[in-house]
């Protein structure tokens, strides 16, 4: 079984504590993905499970066994790097003939059918006899997937093995993937720097940060509840919108807009005063351009604002719009928000915004921890996803 557990693991290089007290459980089965920014402690993490770092403490189980003192041939794991690690001199079958090395209880001719039956798995049984060098950057990474598969592990674990091939490519290696971890049920770490990545691929994600572990949950739970600003930063492109202010009453006060807060919202925020808003670029309305300004203003609702349109990126499908604050190009509580693609709205254009009160976030502005997330009813919402 390939249920995976860390409890407390710690890792330092000297003064440096690159992975810091991380506790995780990991299903048999389950692909799930670490992700975080440069230098948060990823690939450590997944290097301590391989073996090849030994944990400053901590302990780390694999299918139940204590797994600190093994060396990596004896963990029953196989791994996939970012630059494929193969062998230039050897022919692909002998590349993946080469992840059975250290197995035993293989004929010859076993290993030989098992290589075939491999590469017929990622369709690459017509490269066998080719070498790396004669391979495109996706068949060579088919090929170190290969060479980890031919083992049938317990457990994969893959380091931002998709980061060396371009967006088509790495799209549709994402899908193949996901297909292969449906085929061969194998549980699966994956590492990656790349939000798309994880949210696309992931049963679960443990966000990281400075070496800490900041939430685990499935990708649709750490979209919509995010325990913290970092995770709501991470988690979303374009990026949520943070404006910060402080509580007068019932009512968030940013420098350029205010904001009423309801009553359930009121209940979370109790006695906090310095609050960070938030809210998705997809949840703000945007109403069109009215050519009356001032009745316009004078008709604007509790949770509605005049922006002016700076930038428009169209990107087919939808449209990201820059706004900002009337006279306040350069404010910083300016925000972005996503239209569909056929809402024509042009730089220039003064429209209504409307913060949606069931669509906000909000945030603790000291600690960062979320103390109100906004309402979803998760099967509308994946409803409407899927469609
Ligand atoms: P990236 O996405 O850039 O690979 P990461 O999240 O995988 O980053 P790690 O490589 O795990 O991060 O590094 C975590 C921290 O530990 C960083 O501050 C890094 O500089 C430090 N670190 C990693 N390996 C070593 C080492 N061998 N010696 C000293 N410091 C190290």
Redesign the pocket.
Same mark, same amino acid.
């Given at each position: 079984m390939g249920q995976i557990q860390l409890t407390d693991l710690t890792?330092r290089?000297?003064d &440096?504590v690159?992975?810091d007290d991380l506790s995780l459980d990991i299903a048999d089965e389950e692909f799930l993905v670490l992700v975080?920014?440069?230098?948060?402690?990823?690939? &450590? &993490?997944?290097?301590m499970l391989a073996g090849l !770092?030994t944990a400053t403490s901590g302990d780390i189980y694999i299918g139940g066994d204590h797994m600190n003192y093994r060396v990596p041939q004896n963990r029953d794991i196989a791994m996939v790097f970012q630059d494929y690690a193969l062998y230039p001199h050897m022919t692909v079958r002998q590349n993946i003939r080469f992840g059975l090395e250290e197995e035993e209880g293989y004929t010859s001719a076993e290993r030989d059918e098992r290589v075939v039956e491999v590469a017929e798995t990622l369709g690459i049984a017509e490269l066998l006899d080719r070498k790396p060098d004669e391979l495109s950057g996706g068949q060579q990474q088919r090929v170190a997937l290969g060479r980890a598969i031919v083992r049938d592990p317990e457990v994969f674990l893959m380091? !931002?093995p998709l980061s060396n091939l371009d967006a088509k490519l790495r799209a549709e290696m994402r899908t193949e993937l996901q297909n292969l971890q449906d085929q061969l049920a194998v549980t699966t770490v994956y590492?990656t720097?790349n939000q798309t990545e994880a949210m696309t691929m992931a049963d679960r994600i443990a966000v990281?940060d400075d070496?800490e572990l900041q939430q685990v949950a499935s990708p649709f739970e750490c979209y919509h509840e995010p325990n913290n600003l970092f995770v709501a930063e991470f988690i979303g492109e374009p990026m949520i919108n943070l404006v910060r202010g402080t509580r007068s009453e019932t009512t968030f006060v940013g420098e350029h807009f205010s904001y009423p807060l309801d009553e359930g919202v009121m209940e979370a925020v109790g006695d906090r005063e310095d609050l960070v808003l938030g809210i998705r670029p997809e949840d703000i309305e945007v109403v069109d351009a009215a050519t009356d300004d001032t009745a316009a203003d004078a008709a604007l609702g509790d949770h509605e604002l005049r922006m002016d349109v700076t930038v428009v990126e169209p990107h087919g499908d939808q449209n990201v719009l820059h706004l900002s604050h009337p006279d306040q190009p350069s404010a910083d509580d300016a925000l972005q928000a996503v239209t569909e693609g056929m809402h024509l709205v042009t730089r220039g254009d003064r429209v209504t915004v409307t913060i949606p009160p069931d669509k906000i976030h909000v945030f603790d502005a000291e600690t960062g921890t979320a103390v109100h997330n906004r309402r979803h009813d998760q099967e509308a919402d994946l409803t409407q996803l899927e469609q």
């Open positions: 890792k290089f000297g &440096t690159a992975v975080g920014p440069s230098g948060c402690g990823k690939s &450590t &993490t997944l290097r !770092e380091d !931002e590492v720097h990281m070496g």
